[in-house]
């Protein structure tokens, strides 16, 4: 029997990769760091010290500057005590001898960093699509043609934030939600926009037919030319190889000054396979986080894919071939859970550990001035179609404005929701379909939230605003009482704003308002 190894004080963490979620685990361990109890070594390929992948679609449109990316004061984190290794690559992980082989992506220097427990934060990679005039190896995507892209990192997104500061013309292969976002995003800076999508309706994994066509329809109101039902062939490259053109199959072209290749994602599971670890779509953990059975591997975030071998599991076998959750926020709670676990295991004693909460992520929410959109959930059935016992949908449509809202209730419980242009009514479903709460009997009543008499709509100390962090209102009010006076100096002091960026109108309302707790200092 393999004896699982217990985290004593003074053992060394090698957290490989540097995203935002393996920034959220050394914030969280920065204690024991400053105790001597840890002692933390942080390797990343990139030479940019850990940022916000979350919003390079919104650098890539000249929204959001370098300072606005940034997570990491790395300064103050080599002052206490962390080493900082970037622009260096892990080749290959050696389990027997306890250490990481690594190569600096500058000088070709290789070495070995030893460890007694590791942390795989290796992220996802982009896919890239088989098409005439691109290689579709996925290491190729650092040698993709000028004017093409794939906006996993700030030097992906250079064309594109030329190509708007210009006001080019912009093509974005793939409807997803990342594909939606950075199309309106670059349509509101004045470009050109068309979106390609190979299914009839954008959004297709996220909305059902009858509010994908209206989202079709609302984003061709807005300006931004949606071509669907599409099979991409071509690049086509000019003289100097960089992209004009998009080519369909069937012999159409879509011109272009940048492309923008948004075809999802695959997690990064390179280096486990090379130690011999679990596999399935991504770094197969259990509900410890653990990847191996002695206990001394950990995956956490878009590369880790929680399923157990327990047959009994209430939540594994339904999750089996779903692959990792792929959203910052489930990715930061799994580093706050674990740095919690190793606190305790070295000696930080930071309370009772409790068990790893399986979070119920299937909703979305675009990021966008103009369009509001979010679903989550059962979006399967229409009201005139028979539905299981204790099951009802309901759906009201204004097809002449864009707005939709859709709701599943199975015994008196939303289960699944779809709102186009109703955000408050979609906040209230969201809601009500992440708490379990009772929905309203009749649900007409959250059609009024959104009309002109509806004001607001009231926050209450636990209403929760960030999503990706789990910050209340609560908090972020406590924070400004204590002097926060803008949106980043309370992503500093709460990290509210530190994920997709969705939260921040929410934020600047409470900064207007300051009024949900008594003023406890820092002015009124």
């Avoid at 070594?41 to 940034?70: F, K, Q, S, T, W």
């Avoid at 220097?109 to 990679?125: F, K, Q």
């Avoid at 926060?484 to 308002?513: Q, Y």
Wanted: aromatic share 4%.
């Amino acid at each position: 029997m393999i004896q699982t190894y217990a985290p004593r004080r003074g053992d060394r963490l090698l957290v490989i990769g540097f995203g935002p979620v393996a920034v959220r685990l050394v914030e969280e361990l920065l204690p024991a760091v400053d105790a001597g109890d840890l002692h933390v070594c942080v390797v990343g390929e990139e030479r940019r010290p850990g940022y916000n992948r979350v919003l390079v679609g919104e650098y890539g449109v000249g929204r959001v500057d370098d300072d606005g990316l940034a997570l990491v004061d790395l300064d103050d984190w080599t002052a206490r005590g962390v080493e900082v290794r970037t622009g260096t690559a892990v080749t290959w992980l050696d389990r027997s001898a306890r250490q990481a082989h690594v190569v600096d992506r500058s000088t070709g220097a290789t070495g070995t960093v030893p460890y007694d427990l590791v942390v795989l934060a290796v992220g996802a990679r982009a896919n890239l699509p088989v098409l005439r005039g691109i290689n579709p190896d996925p290491d190729a995507a650092a040698l993709l043609p000028p004017g093409v892209t794939v906006l996993r990192t700030p030097e992906d997104a250079a064309d594109l934030r030329e190509a708007v500061a210009r006001r080019g013309r912009v093509v974005v292969l793939g409807g997803g939600v990342l594909g939606v976002e950075v199309a309106l995003a670059a349509h509101e800076e004045g470009c050109p926009v068309t979106v390609v999508h190979h299914r009839p309706w954008l959004l297709t994994r996220s909305t059902d037919a009858i509010a994908g066509a209206l989202l079709n329809g609302v984003l061709a109101r807005h300006g931004v030319e949606v071509v669907t039902d599409a099979v991409a062939k071509e690049v086509v490259r000019d003289a100097t190889g960089a992209f004009r053109a998009l080519r369909l199959a069937d012999g159409r072209t879509v011109a272009g000054d940048v492309l923008v290749l948004s075809c999802g994602v695959t997690p990064r599971t390179r280096i486990a396979e090379g130690a011999g670890l679990r596999v399935a779509r991504g770094i197969v953990v259990d509900h410890e986080l653990e990847a191996d059975l002695e206990g001394r591997v950990f995956a956490i975030g878009d590369c880790a894919e929680v399923l157990c071998d327990d047959p009994s599991c209430p939540v594994c076998p339904a999750r089996a071939g779903r692959g990792p959750v792929g959203l910052v926020g489930p990715g930061w709670r799994q580093a706050e859970w674990l740095a919690r676990r190793l606190l305790a295991a070295v000696g930080g004693d930071p309370g009772p550990v409790e068990p790893l909460v399986e979070e119920d992520v299937d909703s979305v929410r675009l990021k966008a001035r103009r369009l509001d959109f979010g679903a989550g959930g059962l979006l399967a059935g229409e009201p005139w179609q028979p539905q299981p016992a204790g099951q009802g949908v309901a759906l009201w449509v204004d097809g002449a404005r864009g707005r939709l809202v859709k709701s599943v209730v199975r015994d008196g419980v939303v289960v699944g929701w779809i709102s186009l242009g109703m955000p408050r009514a979609g906040a209230e479903l969201a809601l009500l379909h992440a708490s379990g709460r009772p929905a309203p009997v009749d649900l007409s009543v959250l059609l009024r939230l959104d009309g002109a008499d509806g004001g607001e709509g009231e926050i209450t100390p636990t209403s929760t605003v960030c999503r990706c962090a789990g910050v209340a209102a609560g908090t972020i009010a406590e924070a400004i009482a204590g002097g926060c006076r803008t949106v980043a100096e309370v992503r500093t002091a709460t990290r509210a704003g530190s994920g997709c960026g969705s939260c921040r109108d929410t934020v600047e309302r409470l900064l207007r308002e300051r009024d949900l707790v008594p003023q406890t200092g820092g002015g009124s």
